[in-house]
């Protein structure tokens, strides 16, 4: 058996869930840095295809459910030099509408 296979197991044995979190990038804000996408723990956060306004590649979320999702430990939001980038908590019931197609939300700005 896999560690990951593991992993779910104990997590379904003990009614365990993973905390969750919805990322959000304000896109023009960002430089590019790659601060955010180095130092996930989850390895979650990607350089994306785009460009912002100022021409850099701002980054995206690809989750792979169950194990490489977000857990909303905001480290990202913690070292993001710019502000550009912030995680909000979600509730079990809100993860059900996330699991398909996750990817940052543009916030603007």
């Not at 792979?64 to 502000?83: G, H, Q, S, W, Y």
């Amino acid at each position: 058996m896999s560690s990951e296979a593991k992993i779910i197991k104990l997590l379904r044995d003990h009614s365990l869930a993973l905390p969750r979190g919805r990322v959000y990038v304000i896109e023009d804000r960002c430089k590019g840095c790659g601060l955010c996408i180095e130092f996930c723990p989850k390895k979650v956060l990607h350089q994306s295809e785009r460009f912002n306004a100022k021409g850099y590649h701002p980054p995206e979320l690809i989750e792979e459910p169950p194990l490489k999702v977000c857990i909303a430990c905001k480290f990202c939001e913690m070292i993001c030099p710019d502000f550009a980038i912030f995680v909000e908590e979600v509730s079990a019931e809100e993860v059900g509408g996330m699991e398909e197609g996750a990817e940052c939300t543009n916030g603007g700005g």
